[in-house]
């Protein structure tokens, strides 16, 4: 049984109003200043901000432009850091946590002028985000968080209760959870497609259907190896992320793809929606393996996302998984169809942080672990300062690569048994809160 005789089409909803398309065919240049491999968030703005500083740039992607994860994500710009305040100050020292919060912080308000400053026609919303806490024990500890987010970045951040929380998310499944108001919506294939569209225009060569080789260092920089002809640059830029291949597998030892997969209902009556999402926020829950969902861009449906433990093909069983949650959370919607299906790879490493570095002369900016919207853009950016040698601009997510997975070559073998390890920590942590 196929996902399509559940949803109505297993493409992403966003490319309905952004298709992903091929570029026209162009001949490799013999020789840039930077080659740049992954065309999605990350590569075209470090792409174009290297072009604007006057760089002569060639961007190679295996696929069409943002075919990959950056049209095919749910467009909320959480900037997640997925450890802990004490979890970062444990690994990297108090002065080193600090400064990776505060640039997290940094990274969504340069999102926000980007988007702003540059005129990009992508649907942004600044709608906040309410997150949900399953039980009064999670609720306490998120009150704490979002007060001491609120005290120490000074970011607009409050509780929640359970008595209140209809006037934020039609649903009594939480008890009561927390809301930050720097965190908004986007159409994120659109926001690809006007990054694209700068880029070009600022003189970037951008190849469709390119795929990397290989890459050997020479005597003037790098030489690149693509399905199209070889290209030299004096400076490699590798952007890939969960769409990583063979063609660089010390890269590929060390991230993990993992399928995230989103619904879409059909259209919704106006006063369902109402209802159901009366501040039209972005939402998110306190599980480990915890759903994420917004109302569309323009408020007629709702679309719900959450990991997917399939390795194949395109199963029914994540889509029905998916359908059930959505049910659980809006009883309502037992009848509505799904209208959509589909699935991305996000990048996930055992560090857990988005990451800049080194490694035999190239320069990675990679492992974005689920919050690319934010993530991508930013890291890219300051991947380009660094390609300029602005040490001004240097990144708190600068500094040494993520550690080797053993036993691993790239084939996530053991992500259907971990997908079940978690589903298993949250049916036990729902069991024992406090409903």
Known sequence: MQSSRIAEKSTPYW??????????????AKQVDVVIVGAGYAGLTAGLMLARAGRSVAVLDKMNPGEGASSRNGGITSGNIRLSYAELVRKYGEEHAN?????????REFIYEFIRTEGLD???????????AIGKEQYETMARSAEKLQKTLGVESYAVPHAEQRQYLGTDYYRGGTVRMDIGGLHPAKYHAEILRITLAAGVTVHSDTAVKSITKDATGFRVETAAGTITGRQVLICTNGYTDDSDPWLRRRLVPVRSR??????????LMAKLMPRRMMCGESKVLGYYYRPSPDGKRILLGGRDGSQSGDPAAPTVMLRNGLINLFPELADVKISHSWFGNVAMHRDMLPRIFEHNGLTYATGFCGSGVVWAPWIGSRAAHKLLGDDEQKSAFDFRPMSFIPLYAGRPYFMPAFIQVYRMQDRIALARATR
């Open 15 to 28: 490319w309905e109003a952004a298709p992903v398309q091929p570029l026209p065919e162009q001949p490799l």
């Open 99 to 107: 400064a990776i919060e505060a640039e997290g912080k940094a990274a």
């Open 122 to 132: 992508c649907d942004f919303n600044l709608t906040g985000r309410f997150y949900g």
């Open 262 to 271: 989103i619904i879409a209902t059909e259209e919704l009556p106006a006063e």
